[in-house]
């Protein structure tokens, strides 16, 4: 029954079957288990021998491997005196505005009010300045009530109306990719990036007011009830996606949604998070859709390779491996995991979900082994970058 129910949210095993056959499923990887699995084995082969000799020759960039395991020189994360002189400059330069003035100056350059449209008749709000302050009670967690009492010709009743039909999930989600397209277009942007790369990260705001009582409370930020927003931005500086999750849920299980199912025109290729953001299952996903994938890994020395061959083909790396890939699991579920891939890449179902689906039940699904073995400790070759893993 639980297999029954989970194939309920893939693609029609028809619709898939013929995608397969007509070589049209949106992956980013050869469909051909075989030729598939001899490629990232040979690959991987490459790169263990690779880290063997730097290990050997004690050349390993900044990590030494001993008997005893990994150790990393840690990244020295100071920002340099001149580097902030230069910050401080630059800030003294921009000039001092109200908020108000600026959201007003962004609209009049890219018009992202107009996509908060009427919820029956698809009309723009006729009056501007209510609808930005309506934006901004939301924006700074000011609520309704003292937006009004601070804002000289509003009134609570024309901003509870506004909010209910204009303000919607989706009309941010296209107000946010306007103004990310915008930012994207601008010549100064590529200053910081070309906007393919991104990261995303967690941030906690504690719930207020009427808002406890829909609050969550989690030991790791305290005893206090709050939400959790889980926000992607671009190497640009442009946050291209924003969703609030529930603090209990790990990063890793909204990395992809954001990646996947943004509005805007970049085209993300690589992506960072922190350990937070990472599971084996996120790692195999990122690389069958077509990202690479660079997460932050706390304790990384007590991270484990799973090889082909066994430990006794790299004696070198033995405090690294943790024991032998199962090949023949991986091709008994090839057609599940395309059909898994291919149904989070059309948006049959959201990755999110099929996260939560996969880590709910580990050892007693297929699937879930195979894509790949369970476990946050775990690497092997269905997912790239192993070397770099090390």
């Not at 049209?24 to 263990?48: F, K």
């Not at 990384?300 to 799973?306: A, C, S």
């Not at 990755?351 to 369970?374: D, E, F, I, T």
Request: glycine share 8%; charged share 20%.
């Amino acid at each position: 029954m639980q297999q029954c129910h989970f194939d309920d949210y893939l693609l029609p095993a028809e619709k898939f079957a013929a995608l397969k056959r007509e070589q049209a499923l949106p992956l980013a990887i050869n469909p051909n288990s075989d030729q598939y699995l001899e490629e990232r084995l040979q690959l991987l082969d490459e790169q263990l021998a690779t880290v063997t000799r730097l290990a050997k020759d004690n050349e390993l960039p900044d990590a030494i491997l001993t008997e005893s395991g990994l150790k990393i020189t840690p990244l020295d994360a100071a920002v340099p005196d001149r580097a902030q002189a230069l910050i401080d400059q630059t800030s003294q330069l921009l000039p001092r505005i109200k908020i108000t003035e600026l959201l007003m100056d962004v609209d009049d350059w890219t018009g992202f009010s107009r996509h908060f449209t009427h919820l029956k008749d698809g009309a723009e709000a006729k009056d501007r300045t209510l609808l930005l302050s309506a934006i901004l009670g939301d924006a700074i967690n000011l609520g309704l009530t003292k937006m009004a009492e601070s804002s000289p010709g509003l009134t609570y009743a024309k901003l509870s109306w506004l909010q209910a039909w204009h303000i919607r999930d989706e009309t941010y989600s296209a107000a946010l990719a306007e103004l990310v397209n915008h930012q994207y277009r601008h010549a100064f942007a590529a200053h910081w990036g070309d906007g393919t790369t991104s990261s995303s990260d967690g941030q906690r705001f504690r719930a207020g007011g009427r808002g406890e009582s829909t609050g969550h409370v989690n030991p790791k930020y305290g005893s206090e009830p709050g939400r959790l927003f889980y926000t992607h931005i671009s190497d640009q500086y442009a946050p291209f996606s924003t969703r609030v999750v529930n603090v209990g849920v790990r990063d890793s299980t909204y990395v992809l949604d954001g990646l996947l199912y943004h509005e805007s025109d970049l085209r993300i290729e690589e992506h960072y998070t922190d350990t937070a953001g990472f599971t084996d299952h996120v790692f195999a996903l990122m690389h069958l859709l077509g990202f690479r994938f660079a997460p932050r890994i706390r304790d990384l020395g007590e991270t484990k390779l799973y090889v082909p061959q066994g430990v006794q083909a790299y004696p070198t790396l033995r405090p690294l491996i943790g024991g032998t890939l199962n090949i023949k699991h991986v091709r008994a579920h090839w057609d599940d995991i395309l059909r898994l891939a291919s149904s989070i890449k059309q948006g049959t179902v959201t990755a999110s979900l099929m996260l939560r689906k996969l880590g709910s039940y580990p050892r007693q699904n297929g699937l879930a082994v195979a894509l790949p073995r369970a476990g946050p400790d775990r690497a092997h070759a269905v997912h790239p970058g192993l070397a770099a893993k090390c």
